[in-house]
Each structure stands twice: as structure tokens, then as C-alpha cells.
């Protein structure tokens, strides 16, 4: 597979609603980060959708090397 590209070495700040869906970018050349823009396109990358269970802040993975897609887990401190 093919390798993302990193977008930012931090996470994206979010605040989500309860049941609404969004589309992480998994490439990392959405111009919309941390959401997905499309520019997925030709390529093996598909974005992910997330549905958040409750309204409040959380951490999207701006590096794309989490082990919790699509939220950070601090492997952007390793890059």
C-alpha cells in the first residue's frame, strides 16, 4: 500500500455532534485536513468515516501514522 502523506505533525482539534458522520482523509492531500476533500482519487486511499456517540472536542490524526484511526494517538511525537 501506499504511504501518506503527512499533513501535519500534530492533530486537528474537532469538535464533533452526537450522530454525525464525518470522512477522515487517509492520503493526506485533502486541502479540507483533517476531512476529506477527494484527492483520494486514483489512488488505493479511501477516506474514513467516523460517527461520533457524543457532542465534544476530540483529536484527529494530522500525521496519518496513528494506531487509532482516525484519531491521534501520539505517533506524530516519532515522525
Same mark, same amino acid.
Given at each position: 500500500?501506499?504511504? +501518506?502523506? #503527512?499533513?501535519?505533525?500534530? +492533530? =486537528? ?5 452526537? %450522530?454525525? &458522520? =464525518? /470522512? ?5 492531500? &485533502?486541502?479540507?485536513? +483533517? ?9 488505493? /486511499? ?11 472536542? #476530540? /483529536? /484527529?490524526? %494530522? !500525521?496519518?501514522?496513528? %494506531?487509532?484511526?482516525?484519531? !491521534?494517538? %501520539?505517533?506524530?511525537?516519532? #515522525?
Amino acid at each position: 500500500m501506499t504511504t +501518506p502523506k #503527512i499533513a501535519q505533525k500534530a +492533530p =486537528y482539534p474537532v469538535e464533533v455532534e452526537a %450522530g454525525k &458522520s =464525518y /470522512f477522515w482523509c487517509t492520503c493526506g492531500e &485533502s486541502s479540507k485536513q +483533517p476531512f476529506c476533500d477527494a484527492s483520494h482519487k486514483g489512488t488505493d /486511499f479511501t477516506p474514513m468515516k467516523y460517527t461520533a456517540e457524543e457532542s465534544k472536542k #476530540i /483529536f /484527529f490524526c %494530522g !500525521c496519518k501514522a496513528t %494506531g487509532k484511526s482516525p484519531l !491521534c494517538d %501520539g505517533s506524530h511525537n516519532k #515522525i
